[in-house]
C-alpha cells in the first residue's frame, strides 16, 4: 500500500469522507467501454436496495486498459479500485461489499489498502493537472471547491496585484503545455502590455494529434480548472472577454464544459463583478468543426472570427494582434490547468517538480502497443524508459518496443538506444521530436516505421490548410514518394528526395503544422533509414506490414488441413481439401491476414 | 517621411520607414521573386518564394517583414535558392506548360520566376504529374475561371475581400485538393460576382482571364464614360477598334481600380448599331442624307424659329466642351436661355440646396478623403450599384475602422458594412434628419465654436426643430427611435464625419429641403471645411458636373453666373459679340409643359433620352409629337431620336478630346482613341457647324483645346484650366488661374456664400406628393442597377445585357404573399399616369409596402409610372416616390 503515497498524491486516502461512495469514471473513454450501463445498474441496485452508499459520476480515472472502471471510497477513506466492470459484475460486488466489506481481489486492480501489478503505473506518476481528474464529480463546482478550486482565483482577485500573478506565473517557470513551450508567464506579459482593447483570453481545446486526449479528459473530468485558470489569466492581463475553443467531436467535453461555465457564473466566479469586485469575464465556447490546422493559434483565431480556418503569418503574434486585431492570450488546456494549481499552492511549489529549463508536470496519452496505456501525469525529467516499461508496464503481448511517436504528427519517432532520453522540452527536441500536445504511441518490432511516416504524411496532408506552397504540395509529394516505397515501387533517389523535400518543406512553410509535418520522415529516416533501403533496395519490409512487400504462404510441414483459413478468407485464395495441405492462390490474396490471425497451428507464414 | 537606410545584396539603399523589404527591393530596381505579393494588398507571405536572409540569420518572408535601420539583406544564398526551386517546381509539377495558348503569357508572374530560377528540362519532366482536369467556369460573359492554372496565391481573395468588399471567393477544400472557389461552388454567373474583373486585373497567371484576349495595339488614356466618379482608364485600341479597358493606376480617383462597367462596357464604341450618317426624316421614314443636306435643314429651320420658341437639352455625358458650345449656341445664336439638361432629374436640388446653405451645389470633398473618416453617413445613395468604386472608397474606410451609417428605404449592399442602418420610409429624409439633429442638440452634442464661428441662422432653425421629437420621428419614418438616437450620437461624436447623398435625398418635391437638412446637419457637428467631412453629393453621370458648371443650366452662364445680374449679362455679351437675353429659361420639366402649350416649337436635344429618363413619359411622349421641328444629335438611334425629324450622329467619347468634370469637381482629359465611328462627328463640332451655316460668328475652333482657352477666359472657377495642366492629372475647381493647383476641400475657411458663412435652414417635414391610398396601395422608388447605365443605350450592347436582362419590379415576400403573385412572373404595374409590365423579384431587399424598378429597359418603361409633381425650388420630379399597385397582367 505504500506504494501509492510515493507518487505524490495518486490514490492516497482521501482525509475527509461523506461515508462509502461509489464513482463511475464516466468520462467519454469509460463510456465508451460500457461505464454508462455500470453506472446505471449500479445506481438501480442501491436504489432498489436503499443501500447507505452514494453512485456518483467521476471523470477518467486513467487506466484505459482496464475500462470501465469504478472506484469504491471507503467510510474511512480507503480507496478501491475495480476493473472490467460490467453490469451483471458491478450489483454483487455492491451487495457483498456492502455486506461484509470484502471485495473479490480478481476485480481489484489497485487500492489504497492492495498491493497489485498496477501500483507502479501510479507510483511514478504525479497529479497536478489531474488531480481531480477520476477523484471529483465534474458536474459539481461544490466538489472542485471542496478541493481548493477557485482559491486560486478568489487570491488573485482579492490579495494580488496583476503584475505580480504575471510574475508568479512566469517564477513557477511554467511553459505552453500546447507543445512548443514558450514560456506562459512571457505570454501573459506581452499581452498585458499590448496597446488596443477589449484584450481577450482564448483556451486552445482543439486537440487533434491522432491517438492524445489528454484535453479531452481535462474538461471532461475537471472542467472548472480550465475555466479558474482562464479567469486568473484574463484578470492578470485586463481581458474581459473569453473563448474555449473546443472540438464539436467532443460532446462530452462541451456539455461539461457548458455546465460548469453556468456553475461558476450562478456562484459568482464569471461574468460580472467576479467575487464582487470590478471585474468582470465571460465565457464563450466555440466549436470548431474539426480542422487539424485550427489547433494553429492563429487559425483557432480566424475560426473563431467566423472566417476559414486559415493560419495567418506571425509576427504580429496574437499577443499583440489576435481575436479580431485585439491583443490575444491564447494558451492550451493543460497550460490553463497548471495555473489553476500554480495560483493556489504557489510559484516555489510547482518549481520544485521538474527539471531545471522545464519546470513542473506533463500530462501523456500512453497509447499503441503498451501494456498498460491511459492517461498519466508525469513529473517533468522521468525518462521515457520509466514511462514506457514502469507506468506503461512495457510492450504487449510479450513483443519488443521499437520506437515511441512523440508530439502527433508534428513530432517525431524515438527508437530505443535513446529511451534513457528525459522528459523535458530540450532534450526532446533533441532527438527530432516534440514534446508536442502529450500524444505518446509505442510501436513494437511488428510496426513499419516508412508505414508509420506515410500514416502522418498522410494526415498532414488532408489537414494542410492548403494555403502555401510547401504544405500543400511538397506534403503531397513526400506523401507520394512515401506510398511508392510501401507499395515495393521505391526508387534509388527516393530518399535523397524525401530529405530536399523534407527540409524545404520544413524550412519554406507558413506556420507550424508545414514547419513541423516533415518531422515524423525526419526522425525515421535518421533512426530507421535500415528500414527505408530494405523497402527501397531488397523490396523487403522488415516489419512484414506493407502489403505490396509482403506474401502469405501456407507451411506444407505444418498445415493440417483445418480448412479454417479457408472457410475465413475473404477473396476465396485459399484451396485444399479437408485434412490436406492448402495452399495460397498469390493472385488473389488481398494480404489481409485474417488467415494468419486463425490458424492456430501457425502454419501461415508472412515473408 | 521617416526614411531609414538598410543594404540589399551589398546595395545601399534609403527607403521609407513604413515599407517592407519586398517594397524596398522592388522600389529600387531589385528583383525578388514573388507570387502572392500584390501592391494593393495587404501581404500573406503564403506563396514561400521571397524569402531572403536578414542580417545573416534568419530566413523570413521579405513580403511581410518590415524595414529596420541598418538591416542587411541577401536576396540569394544556398538555401534560399534550394528552397526557392523546390517551391517553383512544386508548383510547375502540376501546372499547365502551354504557355503560347495561355492568356498569362508574357504577363505569368510564374513564368517570370521559372525563367529566374532556370528550371532544368530534364528534371521537369520526372516532376511532372497527370493533372487531374477540372471544368473550366465559363459563366461569365467577360472572364473565365480555370483552376488548373491557379497557383493558389490567394491573390483574388484578397482583391475580392479587401478591394472591392464583396468576397465572393475562398479557399475551400484542404490540402492538395485545395482550390479557389466561390461559396458552395457556384458557377461565376450564379455566385455574388460582381464582374468587377478586379481579379482577373491582378491574376498573376491565366486562371482568372478575360474571355476577349487579345492584346491591343496601342493604348490611349482616358476617362471612363459612365458615372460620376470619373474613373482613369487606358483605352486598348487595336485596328479602328476599341477591344479593352484598363483601369490607370496612376488616376488618384480610382487608382487603377474599376467596376464591371468601366472595365468591361466599352462594347458600344465599335457596336453596329451606332449612327454612322445624318438621318432626315421623310413621310414617316428615316433616309440617311449628306452631312450637308441635314446640316442645311437644321440651319434653315432653326434661323426661323423665334427665340422663346427654341429649346436645347444638353448632355451630362458630353464633354464640357460640347456643353459650353451647345449653351453658347443656344444664347448667342438662339437668342434664348432655355437650354438645360438631366442634372434637372437628378442634383437640380443639390445646386439649388448647398448654393444657399454652403454657396456651392458641388462636393465640398473628394473621394480620396473617404477612406480617412471616422464616420460615414450614406444617405440615399445604393453606392455599390451607381458609384462602385467610391463604393469600394467606402468599405476601404469601414476596413480602417470607421463606423458607417446608412440610411435607405431598400436593404441595399451598403447595409451589410454598416453598423447603424436605417430603413426609414421613401421621402421622409427631412423628417429622419431633423430629429437626428435635435437628439444632437438634447444631448449637447453640437459643435458650439464652428456654430458660433462660420454658420449663420442658427436661432431660426433651431426653433424649426422642435417639431421634430423622436415620437413624432419614428411614426413618420419607421425607424426605431433608438436607432436615430445611435445614428445621431455616432454623426456627431465619431469625426470626420463624411455624408455622401445620391437621388435617395434629391429626387422628391421637397429635395431642396432635403438637401437643406444634410447640410445643416453637418453644420450643427462642424462637419465642413476639413478633411474627410461635409456634404457630398454624388453626381450621377460621368458629366453631370461639368454639364452644370458650363452653364447648361436656363439662369446661369458657365461657372454659376447668373444670366439676369447686368454686369455677368454685359460680360457675355462682350465676350461674345452678340445681344443676349437677361431673361432666365424654362427647366427641362417645364420645357415640355411649354411644348404642350405650343409655347416652345423647336427642340434641339443633345445626347438626352428623356422619353425613357423624363417622369411621366406619356405627356413627353405626346410633347414630343406635337413638336414643329426635333433635332436629336446621338451616338445611337435612341427612343427619343426615334420622334426626331433629324438624327445627327455624334462621336463617342472615345472618338473625340475634351474633358470632363467628375462629382469631385475634377476637371479631367478624355482624349480621343480612334477615329468617329462611320460619318460621326463630335458633338461641339456639329453645333459649331449648324452655327456656321446660320452665318454666326464665334465658333471657329479648330480643337477643343480652343475652346477650354474661351471657357477658362469667361469662368472664374475654370480660370486656371488649361488642357497643358491636364495633361498629368486633373484638376479640382475652383482652379481660378494657372498658379492654382486647384481646390480639393471646399469652405475650409470661407463658405462661398455672400456672408462667407454656412447657412442653417429651419426646416418643416412635407410629404410625399402621391402617397399610397386604397387604389394605389404600394410605393414605387426608383433605383440604378450596376450592370447598366441610365437609359442604357451604352449597356444593352453586350455581355452587361447577359448579367441583368429585364426591368425587375422588387418586392417585399409579404406583399408578394397578400397579392398572391410568385417571383419571376410577369406583373403589371400601374399607377394612375400609366401601366408597366416587368418580371417580378419577391425579395426582402425591398421594404413592406415599397416596390422599386430601374428606368434602363424600354420595353419596361419604369418612366411612364412616375409623377411629374416638382420640388417648387428646384424643379426636378419625385420620381423616388409614387404611388401604384401591382397585378397579374
Known sequence: MASFSQGGGVLKKRSKTEGTRLKVGLGACGIAAGAMNVFEEARKTVEENDLPIRVERTGCIGMCHHEPLVEIEEKDGGRILLGEMTPEKIAPIIAQYMENGHIDPDNIVAGTDYITENDPFFSKQYRIVLSNCGTINPESIDEYRETGGYEGLARAIREIDPDEIIREVLDSGLRGRGGAGFPTGLKWKFTKQAAGSPKYVVCNADEGDPGAFMDRSTLEGDPHSVIEGMTIAAYAIGASDGYIYVRAEYPLAVSRLKTAIRQANEAGLLGEHILESDFSFDIRIKEGAGAFVCGEETALLASIEGERGLPRLRPPFPATKGLWGKPTNINNVETYASVSRIIQNGASWYSGFGTEKSKGTKVFALAGKIRKGGLIEVPMGITLKEIIYDIGGGIKEGKRFKAVQMGG??????????????????????????????????????????????????????????????????????????????????????????????????????????????????????????????????????AKQCRGLISYRILPEECVGCGVCLKNCPVDAIRGEKKQVHEIDPKKCIKCGICLDSCRFGAVEVR | MDTVNIVIDGVDIETGADKTILEAALDHGIYIPHLCYHKDLDPVGICRLCMVEIDGRRLDVSCKTPVREGMRVRTETEEITKIRRVAVELLLANHPTDCLSCSGNTKCELQRIASYIGIDDRRMKSLRRKTVTLPIDTSNPYFDYDPNRCVLCGICVRTCADVVGVSNFDFAYRGYDSLISTFMGKPMIESRCVSCGECVARCPVGALRPKAVPQPAREVRTVCPYCGVGCGIWLGVRGETVIASRGDPDNVVNKGRLCVKGRFGHEFINHPDRLTAPLIKKNGNFEKASWDEALDLVAARFAKCKPDEFAALSSAKCTNEDNYIVQKFTRAVMGTNTVDHCARLCHAPSVAGLAQSFGSGAMTNSIGEIRNADCIFAIGTNTTSAHPVIAYEVKEAVRRGAVLIVANPRRIDLCEYAQIVLHHV????????????????????????????????????????????????????????????????????????????????????????????????????????????????????????????????????????????????????????????????????????????????????????????????????????????????????????RYADVVLPAASFAEKDGTFTNTERRVQRVRKAINPVGDSKPDWLITCLIAKRMKKHGFDFDNPSQIMEEIASLTPSYGGITYKRLDDRGLQWPCPNTDSEGTPMLHSEFFATVTGKGKFMPLQYKPSYELPDEEYPLILTTERSLYHFHTATMTRKGGLEVLRKCELVEMNPKDAGTLGLKNGETVRVVSRRGEVNATLLVTDISPVGVVSMTFHFAESPTNVLTSDAIDPVAKIPETKVCAVRVERP
Not at chain 2, 428 to 456: G, N, P, S, W, Y
Not at chain 2, 491 to 516: E, F, S, W
Open chain 1, 409 to 542: 504528427p508534428s513530432g517525431g519517432c524515438i527508437p530505443e538506444s535513446l529511451l534513457d532520453t528525459t522528459i523535458d522540452y530540450d532534450s526532446v527536441t533533441k532527438t527530432g521530436a516534440i514534446m508536442g500536445s502529450g500524444g505518446m504511441v509505442v510501436m513494437d518490432e511488428e510496426t513499419c516505421m516508412v508505414e508509420v511516416a506515410r500514416f502522418f504524411l498522410e494526415f498532414t496532408q488532408n489537414e494542410s490548410c492548403g494555403k502555401c506552397t510547401f504544405c500543400r504540395i511538397g506534403t503531397k509529394r513526400m506523401l507520394e514518394i512515401l506510398e511508392r516505397i510501401t507499395n515495393g515501387l521505391g526508387r534509388e533517389d527516393d530518399i535523397e528526395r524525401l530529405e530536399t523535400l523534407a527540409q524545404s518543406v520544413k524550412s519554406g512553410s507558413l506556420c507550424g503544422l508545414g514547419q513541423t509535418a516533415p518531422n515524423p520522415v525526419l526522425t525515421t529516416l535518421r533512426y530507421f533509414r535500415d528500414e527505408y533501403e530494405a523497402h527501397i533496395k531488397e523490396k523487403r519490409c522488415p
Open chain 2, 426 to 641: 421613401p421621402g421622409t429624409d427631412v423628417a429622419l434628419l431633423m430629429a437626428m439633429m435635435k437628439v444632437i442638440v438634447d444631448e449637447d452634442l453640437q459643435d458650439d465654436r464652428f456654430i458660433e464661428k462660420r454658420c449663420e441662422n442658427f436661432e431660426a432653425f433651431f426653433e424649426s426643430l422642435e417639431r421634430f421629437d423622436l415620437e413624432f420621428a419614428q411614426k413618420t419614418t419607421g425607424v426605431p427611435k433608438e436607432l436615430i438616437c445611435e445614428a445621431a450620437r455616432s454623426y456627431a461624436t465619431r469625426k470626420p464625419g463624411m455624408l455622401l447623398y445620391a437621388m435617395g435625398i434629391t429626387q422628391h418635391t421637397h429635395g431642396t429641403d432635403n438637401v437643406l437638412a444634410t447640410s445643416n446637419i453637418a453644420l450643427l457637428t462642424g462637419n465642413v471645411g476639413l478633411p474627410s467631412t461635409g456634404v457630398n453629393p454624388l453626381r450621377g453621370q460621368n458629366n453631370v458636373q461639368g454639364a452644370c458648371d458650363l452653364g447648361a443650366l436656363p439662369n446661369v452662364y458657365p461657372g454659376y453666373q447668373k444670366v439676369d445680374r447686368p454686369q455677368i449679362h454685359t460680360k457675355f455679351e462682350e465676350a461674345w459679340g452678340t445681344k443676349l437675353s437677361d431673361k432666365p429659361g424654362i427647366t427641362h420639366t417645364e420645357i415640355f409643359d411649354a411644348i404642350h402649350d405650343k409655347t416652345v416649337k423647336v427642340l434641339y436635344e443633345v445626347g438626352e433620352n428623356p422619353a425613357l429618363s423624363e417622369a411621366n413619359a406619356n405627356h413627353v411622349y405626346a410633347a414630343l409629337e406635337k413638336l414643329d421641328f426635333f433635332v436629336v444629335q446621338d451616338i445611337f438611334l435612341t427612343e427619343t431620336a
